[in-house]
DNA sequence: CCCGAAGACTGATGTCGATCAGCCCAGCAT
DNA sequence: ATGCTGGGCTGATCGACATCAGTCTTCGGG
C-alpha cells in the first residue's frame, strides 16, 4: 500500500488495484486546499474549474432556482469527489458548499483523463464511484417524489448513517452530524419549520434522536421498518473486480 | 464512419472517435432482442444481468416502494443505456419496462471492460455519457423537490422536448410522446388525478397540449418562463475532447 | 455589557394536491 | 350485443405541509 486516503479506501472497495495503479492514483492529489463552511467553492454555471477529492469535513452541492428556493442534491463525505460531473460535462449544473470547514485535494481532469490511458482499470473504477453517487441521487429522489415527511427524514437519517458507517465514521448506535435543521430541509424539500416537527415526532416515538450535531439511533429496528429502509444495496462484500 | 447507431452519434457528440474506436464501439453490440410495452426486462434486486442500448423505442427505469407506489427515475430514448448502472453495481437497484415496443441491443459487461482497456478514450465517453444521465436525475429531483404542480409539469415537458430535440425527435413546435398520464404522475410524484387538471390548466392558459400521444408548444416562450426552464446545460457545441 | 445573528422551537391559519367516487369513450374479446 | 379494460376526465372532501409570525437560547463581536 502507497497511499491510504479515503478515496484508495473507497475504490479499493471495487477495484483490487496494484501498486502501479494505487502509485497513478496518488500522483493525481495536486495541491492541498482548505475551504471554510458556508463559503461556496463551486458556484452554478461556471466553467473551466477543477475538480476535488474530499479529504476531511462535509460539503452539499445544491441547484438554486431563480425564485430563491434551493434544493440539496447530496452532502459530500471523505473520499467523495466534488465537480467531477461539472467538469465532464464542462460546466456547472450546480453549486458546492462545504457544511464545515473542509480540507480536499486538487485534480486536474487532463491528469485523470492521462490516468485512465496508462491505467484503464482506474477509468473502470471511477466509472464504479460515479454509478454509486448516482444511486444515491436516485434514492433521494424516491425519497421526495414518493415519502411522506415522517418517512424521507427517517429514511435519510438510515441511509446517511450506512454509507458514513462504510467509511467508519458511524454505526447502529449513531453518528456525528454537522448539519442543521435547514441543511435538512433543503435536502428532503420541506420547510425548515416542518423538519423541526417532524424531527420531534421522530423523536417522541423513540425511534431517533437528532440534537447538538449528533443522530442517536433510539431504536434502529422499528426506525428501518417505519421507513422501509432496504440497506441492501449499500453492503456487497470485497473487490467485484479482480 | 463505421457505424451510425444512436449510441454512436450521442458519443460522437462528446469525443470525436476514430475509426478503430468506432470499429470496437460496434463490435459491442451483441444479440438484438426485441421486447414488448409493458412488460419489464429488469427487475429491482436482480442480479447477474446484461446491460442493453436503446435502439428504438422508449423505456423507463423505477423503483418500487414496498406500499406499491412508484417513482420513475428516468426515461430511455434511442441511444441511452439501460441497465448499465445495475450491471456495474452487479445488483439492480431499479427495474425498466419499456414504454412502446423496443429494440434494444445487448452488451456484456465484460466486453465493454476490455473495450476500456483496449481504447481508454472510450471510458471517458461512456463515463461523460453517465455524467449527463446522472444531470439528468438531478434536475428530476430538483423539479420534484421544490416546483408546484404546474412548473413541475411544464418543466418536465420542456426538458424532455430539449432532449429529443438533441436526436433529432422534436423541436420548439412539440414532439410525439407515447407516455400516459399515468407514466406522468409516476415521474413526477403526484396523482394521475392531479396530473389530469394540470395538463388542463397548461392547457387553458394557452402554454402546451398534451394530446393523443403528442406534446405541442402552443407558447414555448410563455412556457419556458413559466417553468423557470434553463435550457443552457442541454446544448453544448460540438466535441470537447479531441 | 449589550447587540445582532443563527439556530432550534412553537401556535395559528391557509392551501396544494391526495383521495374517494364516480362518468365517458374506444378498442377488443367473448 | 355485451361486457371488460385502459386511459382520460371531473366534483367533493380532507389532510399534510407551507407560511406567517413569533419566542428563546447561544455565541461571538464591538
New binding site residues.
Partial sequence: MIDNTPLVRKIGAFVALSDPELSVLASLHKRRRTFVAGRDLVHQGQTEQAAYILASGWACSYKLLSDGQRQIVDFQIPGDFLGLRSVLLHVSDHSIEPVTDIEVTEVLVADLLDAFTQTPRLATAVLWAASRDEAMVVEHLVDVGRR???ERMAHFLLEFGARLALVGLGNKDGYACPL???HLADAL??????V??V??QLREAGMVTF?DGFVAFDDYDQLVKFAQFDPSYMDHKGPILR
Same sequence: chains 1, 2.
Avoid at 424539500?189 to 416542518?194: F, I, Y
Wanted: charged share 20%; glycine share 12%; proline share 0%.
Fill in positions: 411522506n415527511a415522517g442543521t435543521q435547514y424539500g420541506l420547510s425548515a419549520v416542518h423541526n416537527r424531527l420531534r440534537r
